[in-house]
């Protein structure tokens, strides 16, 4: 049984940095795509960033410059850097992936979802 778990998430003060990590486990070969969602209080979850098993990646806007999404093929294992964290960066951040050759930051799109690891921004 496919199995991901978060861990990295808590609270640092704006400017501060945090490392997301994730470990997929149970998936017969590893996922072609992983990405980072989060989902702040009465917002709906939105993409953060994917990379693809190949180290192609994609980011959204908001955080562009600021995380690096990476990769451990070899241990299924999915980080993701944050630095220069702001306040709106508050939310749950959930791990996700999909075995399909097709990466977007759509959360339909994606079929193995993490139990998200929480990140507080303090101004």
């Known amino acids: 049984e496919e199995l991901i778990v978060e861990s990295g998430g808590g609270s640092v003060q704006a400017g501060g940095s945090l490392r997301l990590s994730c470990t997929a486990s149970?998936?017969?070969?590893?996922?072609?795509?992983m990405g980072w969602f989060r989902q702040a209080p009465g917002e709906e979850r939105e993409g953060v960033a994917y990379?693809?098993?190949?180290?192609?990646?994609r980011y959204t806007d908001y955080v562009k410059g600021r995380f690096t999404i990476s990769r451990d093929n070899t241990k299924n294992t999915l980080y993701l850097q944050m630095n220069s964290l702001k306040p709106e960066d508050t939310a749950m951040y959930f791990c996700?992936?999909?075995?399909?050759?097709?990466?977007?930051?759509?959360?339909?799109?994606?079929?193995?979802w993490g139990q998200g690891t929480q990140v507080t921004v303090s101004s």
């Open positions: 149970g998936f017969t070969r590893s996922p072609y795509c």
């Open positions: 990379v693809t098993s190949g180290g192609t990646t």
């Open positions: 996700a992936a999909r075995t399909s050759e097709y990466c977007t930051l759509w959360t339909d799109d994606f079929h193995f």
